[in-house]
């Protein structure tokens, strides 16, 4: 039987995917059932911008490991238009050429294909991640008839629980973003439109205009027509050149608003909250006390000293509650062990003349963190501020992850 579809070696140097795992830039996820691979990235990869041949294909790329046969093919990874201006190594010059532009949609990546008599899906990163699995469960209860094996179809899923930044409200869908043929070759979204219909939606396209009329929107976050953009109501734009290089343009908004929810953690709403707490503090003892450098506590209160407001200005209101309730459990803390110094310090306040008898009382306490606490309190000195670096939160999980996106 001849040969009809790619490989592994087909598309990817061995040598530089092998070399690739090795070096922790791409990872090789096995199905859990099926013997199939995906092949995705890393975190690694993204920080270091590690961009080549083989990473930017390897973005949920599926192979069969009996056969080598690629049986799922997603789109390389595409950039962000300033990077391509700014001359990155691995985001040449923009052809001169016409483009095509589309919604940019705020959700995980679903990678539909068809194995062993079914459609199956994964996400960017996994067979099994949540957004695999719902997308699985709609698929099935979908009429996939139409759609054609050997092709993958890329789509967006949208459901409340996978909210990243942009507010779909109840929308639960899967947004037909491009679909790739057997041999590797990009099938127009509007030839594949009428097999998507009984599973979802298809992708926006919006009228053309020149490149500097676009980015022009993203800076001011207007929408094409002129409504303004909040941010949470859109991502921006996907640039489809006729050569079929792709590229991102982000408003400007959005972006803020990513970097502000998937980056800010419990531990960075206790250093904020502090420094608003101890505005009046040394600057010496409010760094020490909150783990950070003078100069950089200088930078924040050059800015008006309150990065807690400014972080709390204008993001959605699920991000201003959590991060309430994570001061609020913060300050409830920080009571209970202020009472419990409290507590402690009265039992032991009847040998305060004796300071050598008050440091061995001190000692048999079994609370490392109150027994500091007890020779300030002898000393007439405050304790709110080791009692803040006390309750110093150990998990550093950010408000919302985006590891699928």
């Keep these: 039987m001849s040969q009809a579809y790619l490989t592994l070696q087909d598309l990817l140097p061995p040598q530089k995917l092998a070399a690739a795992l090795d070096a922790g830039h791409v990872t090789r996820k096995p199905h859990p059932e099926l013997p199939l691979s995906l092949y995705t990235y890393t975190r690694t990869c993204q920080y270091e911008r590690i961009w080549n041949e083989v990473t930017t294909r390897c973005r949920g790329l599926v192979a069969d490991d009996t056969t080598g046969e690629i049986v799922a093919l997603p789109l390389p990874k595409f950039f962000n ?65 139409a759609l054609t094996p050997g092709v993958t179809y890329l789509a967006e899923i949208l459901y409340p629980q996978n909210r990243i930044v942009v507010d779909y409200g109840d929308r639960r869908d899967l947004v037909l973003l491009a679909a790739i043929g057997r041999d590797g070759e990009e099938i127009p979204v509007a030839g594949a439109e009428a097999a998507w219909k009984a599973i979802g939606s298809v992708v926006t396209r919006w009228p053309a205009m020149p490149l500097a009329d676009l980015i022009a929107l993203t800076t001011s976050n207007t929408m094409p027509g002129g409504r303004s953009a909040s941010g949470t109501d859109a991502e921006g734009f996907v640039l489809r050149f006729a050569s079929g290089v792709r590229a991102k343009a982000k408003l400007s908004e959005y972006v803020r608003l990513h970097k502000v929810l998937t980056g800010v953690t419990e531990r960075d709403i206790w250093r904020s909250h502090g420094i608003q707490r101890f505005a009046g503090m040394s600057a010496k003892r409010l760094a020490q006390g909150l783990g950070c450098s003078r100069a950089e506590l200088g930078g ?8 807690l407001d400014v972080l709390l200005e204008q993001v959605p209101d699920e991000f201003d509650a959590w991060v309430r309730g994570v001061i609020a459990r ?20 009847h040998l305060a003349a004796d300071r050598g008898e008050f440091a061995r009382a001190v000692r048999e306490l079994p609370d490392g963190q109150i027994r500091a606490a007890m020779f300030l309190r002898l000393d007439g000195r405050p304790t709110d501020l ?20």
């Design 81 to 145: 238009v300033g990077e391509h201006e700014a001359g990155q190594p691995y985001a040449p010059a923009l052809p001169d050429e016409p483009f095509e532009v589309y919604d940019k949609v705020d959700g995980s990546l679903a990678v539909v294909f068809h194995y062993a008599d079914r459609w199956r899906v994964a996400s960017k990163g996994s067979f099994i991640s949540a957004q695999a699995k719902w997308a699985q469960r709609r698929l099935d209860n979908r009429d996939t008839s």
């Design 300 to 307: 924040i209160t050059a800015a008006g000293g309150r990065p």
């Design 330 to 349: 913060l300050e409830a803390d920080a009571a209970a062990r202020e009472r419990a110094i409290d507590e402690a310090f009265g039992k032991l306040a």
């Design 386 to 405: 080791v009692v803040w670096r006390a309750v110093r939160p150990e998990a550093a999980d950010p408000f919302k992850t985006d590891e699928e996106n």
